[in-house]
């Protein structure tokens, strides 16, 4: 990453008569990889190496250096358990953004199975400015290494509005008198040191914790603390907002089930929201839905019984944090995100698909009638050029013989032909 925080754009809104500058980006991400190595086994060695010292404390041999980066290898992997992820036994964290994990799975491509995963944090967003810039500076350390990204999935993405010099108690007061509409607030509750393990209350939760899609409002200052850690997150928002006494954050946390709703029938977007670069082209779209239509507050309690919800209008310091919000995202056209190219085809991907088709013919999506001798030839061609799948293919022969009622032979895999 860049040293130094760099510059973006921050507009001031007027709220009730105070200048509030307000800072839109995004706060985390969490991306799966499939990637398609050169070299992969002298890379992977390099790895194992660096992992096997970090495992037994030799911490400057746990250092790998992809690309023009220094990553610094975990003895832990990522991945697997509840987060449904392959296990990643490979998790490494950059020297110079610490926030920034590449977790790797010793395997080749496949459009199946993710080999690689990035976690990105919050003060690398904030210093960078947006998740497309991060993106795009991570590029050349998988060129370095040998990997091209053929498809990247966004798993999860939080977009923030911070607002300067404006405090957190009017949201919580127009929560509790019901001075919003949408659905997200059905389930509002206030928490209580739920953002940070503190017993003070920093703001509250909209929509439920394990729903796809939650809004959190609160204190971002109180949320930091004093806690040295966490210290460079303040002089950031001091860079970017001045030496403001409070700082209010709207966050949208938004996880992978949502975009798959939204991307079977939700008619505010244009296609749909798989990729990075998907998510950078439509982020300003997907932000003034979320405060529109999603959840708005206004200026007195909705009609509920009677439906007539249209009836109460926008709160108007809700609309200008909005409007100023979106207009910076649709303003922000430095960084254009190229799409990536699909993986060149050559002789592998002829031989695979060959494979997949005599696959399905042992597995019984044939005639009644079927060739035995073709049968046990696929079995070999099969087996010789997929090594570790030779018990597979003799159990799908040995299948589709008792179905014939035919005698089990053993194949001879020494030659395909």
């Given at each position: 990453m860049d040293e130094g925080v760099k510059q973006i754009i921050v507009p001031t809104v007027n709220l009730e008569g105070v200048d509030c500058p307000v800072r839109v980006g995004e706060d985390t991400a969490k991306l799966s990889l499939y990637l398609m190595w050169t070299d992969r086994d002298d890379r992977f060695e390099v790895m194992r190496m660096a992992r096997k010292a970090a495992e037994t404390g030799q911490e400057e041999d746990a250092i790998v250096t992809l690309g023009d980066r220094e990553w610094k290898m975990s003895p832990k992997g990522a991945g697997g358990g509840k987060t449904g992820a392959p296990y990643m036994p490979y998790s490494m964290s950059m020297m110079m953004a610490p926030d920034i994990v590449l977790s790797l799975r010793d395997a080749d491509y496949s459009q199946h199975c993710i080999n690689g995963m990035v976690d990105i944090g919050s003060l690398s967003l904030m210093c960078q400015g947006s998740l497309g810039s991060v993106w795009q500076e991570l590029q050349p350390t998988f060129t370095?290494?040998?990997?091209?990204?053929?498809?990247?999935?966004?798993s999860r993405v939080d977009i923030t509005v911070d607002v300067a010099n404006y405090p957190l108690e009017p949201f919580l007061d127009k929560l509790n008198k019901g001075h919003?509409?949408?659905?997200?607030?059905?389930?509002?509750?206030?928490?209580?040191?739920?953002?940070?393990?503190?017993?003070?209350?920093?703001g509250f939760f909209c929509s439920k914790k394990s729903c796809e899609l939650m809004l959190r409002v609160y204190d971002k200052l109180m949320q930091i603390g004093t806690s040295e850690k966490e210290q460079p997150k303040r002089e950031v928002l001091y860079e970017r907002l001045g030496f403001a006494p409070t700082i209010t954050r709207l966050e949208f946390e938004i996880h992978r089930g949502q975009f798959y709703y939204w991307n079977n029938g939700a008619g505010f977007l244009d296609g749909q929201i798989n990729t990075v670069e998907d998510w950078h082209s439509v982020r300003a779209t997907v932000l003034d839905f979320l405060m529109t239509d999603w959840i708005r507050?206004?200026?007195?309690?909705?009609?509920?019984?009677?439906?007539?919800?249209?009836?109460?209008?926008?709160?108007d310091v809700?609309?200008?944090?909005?409007?100023?919000?979106?207009?910076?995202?649709?303003?922000?056209?430095?960084?254009?995100?190229p799409r990536p190219e699909p993986p060149k085809k050559d002789g592998r991907h002829l031989l695979a698909q060959a494979l997949g088709c005599m696959t399905s013919y042992l597995a019984g999506y044939c005639p009644s009638g079927v060739d035995v001798?073709?049968?046990?030839?696929?079995?070999?061609?099969?087996?010789?050029y997929a090594k570790g799948q030779k018990e597979h293919c003799e159990i799908k022969y040995r299948q589709i013989m008792k179905k014939l009622g035919r005698e089990f032979t053993?194949?001879?895999?020494?030659?395909?032909?």
């Amino acid at each position: 990453m860049d040293e130094g925080v760099k510059q973006i754009i921050v507009p001031t809104v007027n709220l009730e008569g105070v200048d509030c500058p307000v800072r839109v980006g995004e706060d985390t991400a969490k991306l799966s990889l499939y990637l398609m190595w050169t070299d992969r086994d002298d890379r992977f060695e390099v790895m194992r190496m660096a992992r096997k010292a970090a495992e037994t404390g030799q911490e400057e041999d746990a250092i790998v250096t992809l690309g023009d980066r220094e990553w610094k290898m975990s003895p832990k992997g990522a991945g697997g358990g509840k987060t449904g992820a392959p296990y990643m036994p490979y998790s490494m964290s950059m020297m110079m953004a610490p926030d920034i994990v590449l977790s790797l799975r010793d395997a080749d491509y496949s459009q199946h199975c993710i080999n690689g995963m990035v976690d990105i944090g919050s003060l690398s967003l904030m210093c960078q400015g947006s998740l497309g810039s991060v993106w795009q500076e991570l590029q050349p350390t998988f060129t370095k290494i040998g990997a091209q990204v053929v498809r990247n999935v966004l798993s999860r993405v939080d977009i923030t509005v911070d607002v300067a010099n404006y405090p957190l108690e009017p949201f919580l007061d127009k929560l509790n008198k019901g001075h919003y509409i949408g659905g997200g607030t059905e389930d509002a509750e206030y928490a209580e040191g739920k953002f940070r393990s503190r017993k003070v209350p920093t703001g509250f939760f909209c929509s439920k914790k394990s729903c796809e899609l939650m809004l959190r409002v609160y204190d971002k200052l109180m949320q930091i603390g004093t806690s040295e850690k966490e210290q460079p997150k303040r002089e950031v928002l001091y860079e970017r907002l001045g030496f403001a006494p409070t700082i209010t954050r709207l966050e949208f946390e938004i996880h992978r089930g949502q975009f798959y709703y939204w991307n079977n029938g939700a008619g505010f977007l244009d296609g749909q929201i798989n990729t990075v670069e998907d998510w950078h082209s439509v982020r300003a779209t997907v932000l003034d839905f979320l405060m529109t239509d999603w959840i708005r507050y206004t200026t007195k309690e909705p009609d509920r019984e009677n439906n007539h919800q249209s009836r109460a209008e926008e709160w108007d310091v809700w609309t200008a944090i909005r409007e100023g919000a979106v207009q910076v995202l649709r303003n922000d056209n430095e960084i254009i995100l190229p799409r990536p190219e699909p993986p060149k085809k050559d002789g592998r991907h002829l031989l695979a698909q060959a494979l997949g088709c005599m696959t399905s013919y042992l597995a019984g999506y044939c005639p009644s009638g079927v060739d035995v001798e073709t049968a046990k030839r696929c079995a070999k061609i099969f087996s010789f050029y997929a090594k570790g799948q030779k018990e597979h293919c003799e159990i799908k022969y040995r299948q589709i013989m008792k179905k014939l009622g035919r005698e089990f032979t053993t194949i001879d895999y020494d030659i395909p032909f």
